[in-house]
Structure formats: C-alpha cells, structure tokens
C-alpha cells in the first residue's frame, strides 16, 4: 500500500481519536509523574522479543503510554491514578482478525464482550459501514465503548452465492466495479469468497493491487491456495481452505475430505508459497471445532451461551445446522476426527513459518466475541505455536498485517494505550490471557468491577429482542 490510501487506511485504523503531541523527552531516567494512570511495579511481557521484564511501571497520559520505566526510577504523584501491578502481567490489547461484529441489532452486545474480554481491535470480515460509522460517532463522543475496527464492508461473491446479501461478481468487469464502489464507500479491505469463478477472482486480484488495496478471503473453488497467494492474497482465511490443497481429492463430498488423509509433501508446497508470497494464515480453529462439535453436551451446555441472543443459539444447535442435522452418529465422529487434520495442517505451516494470525470468526459456532479469541489462542498452542507465538498472533503480528507496528501491537512509549493486565503470564501458560484484573481501552482504565459490569450488562442485552 502506498500514497494517500495507505494514509487513509492506517488513520482508520489507529489514528481516529487518539491524541497528538507525545515528547518522547518525557520518559526520563529518572521522571515524576503527576497526572495520568501509572500501572505500577509489573511485568511488563514484551512479545517482540518474547521476554518478561519485571518491576516496571508504565505511565499512560491520555491515550498514549507515556512510559515504561524501572519501578524505582518513577515518582508518583498525588494526581495520578495508581494501579498496582505487583505480581501481574501487562500485554499489549488483543486484536481479532476474523470477526463478523458491526452488524445492525448485533453490534453493541458483540463489541462490548469484545472489549470486556481484553479483546481491544477487530477486523471484521463482512460487516456495515452505516454501522461502523455510528459506533465510531459514539465512541467520539463518549457514549459507548467498542475495540477499534478494521472492517470490510460486503463481500463479494460469484454467480452461486452462499450469502444472499453478498455483492455478486458474474463477470471480471463487475468484479472490478465492485472493488471500486467498496473502496469509495470506505472499506478498508477487500474480502472475496470461494463461489468466484477463478477468472473473475483474478480481475478483483489485479484491480486491488493496482489501487494498492488489501484483499484478503476464501481461495474461490478452480483456484490453488498458491495461485491466490501469487495474486497477492494478504490472508487466506481458515483452516479448511489449506486442507483442501493438502489431500488428494479436494473435490470429494466433504464426509469424504473429513476422512482424506493429509499428504504432507503438498502441504509442505502450500505453506512454502504462502511464506514465499508473504501471505498470512488465520485458520479460525476455534469455529472449525464448533461445526464439529456441535452435537456434544459440553458445547451445548456451555455457560457463555448466556451471552448469546436466541437466534444465536438457535443456529448453533446441531439440528439446525446446514450439514450436521442430517448427520448419523458416525458422521460426527467423522467431522470430529476431520478437526484433528486442520491441526495437523496449521502444525505444518508453523513448521514452515508462515505468519500466522489469531481469528475466531464470532459468531460462527461456538466462537463467542471475545471469549472465543482466547479459546483461540489456546488451540494454536495445540496446533504447535509457543505460547509466546500464539500471543504475537493476535498483538504484534496484527499490527505488522495492518502496518502499524508505529503505534500498536506491543507495550512500548508513543504507542496507543490498549493494554490488559493479567494476573498470571501468558508466556507459561497461553490460557492466563483470560486472568484479566484490568483493561486499558484507548487510556480509558476499566478495573475487574467494571469488566464484570459489562458482562452483566451484556447477558441482559442477550434476552433483548434484536433490532435491525
């Protein structure tokens, strides 16, 4: 990306609201601070370098980190407000790169469970601009809180769309007409879909370079996941859209692909393009376990269905379900062995170093917003990242995806102040990202009494009739 778009693009996603005039000369070695919020005495977990620096304290002033200083080299006054960090840890906010959240009537319950479970940025795969636009005029104002947004607006479908709502590309020409409505109505990414046809796929592919536009998506149907990547894909989305290219019988009815074998030598050649293409993996593993556990007890009875509306709930009922109400009981025990696969091939794209982001695709089945990033995290240190690597997916590797390593993405001065404490380290055991004590929200200090605050007030929006 490059010129004015590029400028655009990041100011959408860091820059709105936030405010100016940091001096760096302030974080002197030996500095007293009088106003702002001081998390004092933590651990600070600097996941660039994959380290925990002990006994600091970091200095937030307005929205901004001030400071990360030594402990004993800061002198508190009496005007700032303290948090202590004895014994916690202080990440970088978490960022959701595959969300379906800025939808009318949906809006406010997912995005505040978002920001309730540290999660402090989203990209949202399909999503209203009329809908972003009024969250972003609320948060300007003051009268709600929500992570910050990266958000696409429609998708673009082939001719057999899955998604009635979807804007439809029959042709190269439509294809690259829509690229450009998308773009002049503000979305900040392209997102394709695997029902293009390859030749329509390819003009949007071209388009979008050209205007220096992300795409990002499914690898349609008669397109490899090396040919998207070559086009320039930035991200292929889900884990199934590699397996595919990982088994001998791609086009199989897809009990039979749960069953297919994954052939490592072609796995190997898919993860060797997407590195050598630079293009990301985000392999929602977290919804791909959900479509194939929906039949089992503890999914259905999961106590964070509290926070789901009735429709919600409904679709993720197995008799309600596209494919699994008309599963036998070996079937499930197919699609669940199938699951074990999509780890399989997520380990060998680890294995190969292909950048990897952290995505839930809310609210697929059983990816709740917010709390499914965190289950997230967990089945990527299944699939054999380090929780080290499993955390930068969703904070430095994001910002790196979003070109903004300047101002987001790990604990460092001049960076936005999106922060979460936790009381235990995330490096040791990835599941601490869910001991949340406090979360910072653009310099805004939301303590563990008011996460608990939001929730609740989440599960009683959840029994709300929907909206829109």
Not at 135 to 155: H, K, T
Not at 348 to 354: G, K, L, R, S, T
Not at 397 to 414: H, I
Not at 435 to 450: F, K, P, Q, Y
């Amino acid at each position: 990306m490059g010129g004015n778009r590029i400028s655009r693009f990041i100011f959408h996603i860091v820059f709105l609201g936030l405010a100016s005039g940091w001096n760096a000369s302030c974080a002197d070695p030996s500095m007293e601070v009088t106003t702002g919020i001081a998390i004092e005495d933590v651990s600070v977990v600097d996941v660039i370098h994959g380290q925990v620096i002990p006994r600091q304290t970091v200095v937030i002033e307005q929205n901004r980190i001030l400071a990360v200083e030594p402990t004993e080299k800061v002198v508190l006054g009496e005007g700032v407000v303290v948090v202590q960090g004895s014994g916690k840890y202080l990440i970088p906010g978490l960022w959701d790169m595959h969300v379906h959240a800025v939808d009318e009537g949906l809006d406010e319950l997912f995005l505040t469970l978002f920001v309730a479970t540290g999660v402090t940025g989203i990209r949202d795969m399909w999503g209203s601009l009329e809908v972003e636009e009024r969250v972003r005029i609320g948060v300007a104002g003051g009268e709600r809180l929500a992570p910050r947004m990266v958000v696409a607006g429609n998708l673009i479908e082939g001719e057999e769309a899955y998604w009635p709502e979807a804007n439809i590309a029959a042709s190269p020409q439509a294809g690259r007409a829509l690229v450009d409505s998308l773009v002049e109505a503000g979305s900040d990414f392209i997102k394709v879909y695997h029902t293009l046809k390859p030749e329509v796929f390819f003009a949007i592919a071209e388009h979008a370079t050209q205007l220096e536009v992300p795409f990002v998506g499914h690898v349609p149907i008669g397109v490899s996941v090396a040919q998207a990547a070559e086009a320039g894909i930035r991200s292929v989305e889900h884990a199934t859209s590699i397996f595919i290219d990982c088994i001998d019988e791609p086009e199989a009815p897809r009990l039979e692909r749960a069953r297919a074998t994954v052939e490592t030598e072609l796995c190997r050649e898919v993860a060797q393009s997407l590195e050598a293409h630079g293009t990301w993996y985000v392999p929602t593993l977290v919804t791909e376990r959900g479509y194939s556990h929906l039949n089992k007890p503890e999914f259905q009875n999961d106590p964070r269905l509290r926070y789901m509306p009735d429709l919600v709930r409904d679709w993720w009922r197995p008799e309600n379900d596209l494919f699994g109400s008309e599963y036998t009981e070996e079937d499930w025990l197919t699609v669940e062995r199938g699951f074990s696969k999509l780890l399989e091939v997520t380990a060998i794209m680890v294995e190969h170093e292909v950048g990897i982001l952290a995505g839930s695709d809310t609210p697929n089945a059983f990816a709740f917003p917010g709390f499914g990033l965190h289950d997230e995290l967990e089945l990527l240190v299944e699939a054999g990242l380090s929780p080290l690597e499993a955390l930068q997916a969703a904070t430095i590797d994001a910002a790196r995806f979003l070109q903004s390593t300047d101002t987001m993405g790990s604990v460092e001065p001049g960076k936005v102040a999106d922060l979460v404490l936790l009381e235990g380290n995330p490096l040791e055991d990835i599941s601490n990202t869910q001991t949340i004590s406090s979360v910072v929200l653009d310099g805004l200090l939301l303590d563990r009494a008011e996460l608990d605050e939001m929730l609740v007030r989440a599960e009683e929006k959840a029994r709300e009739p929907i909206e829109g």
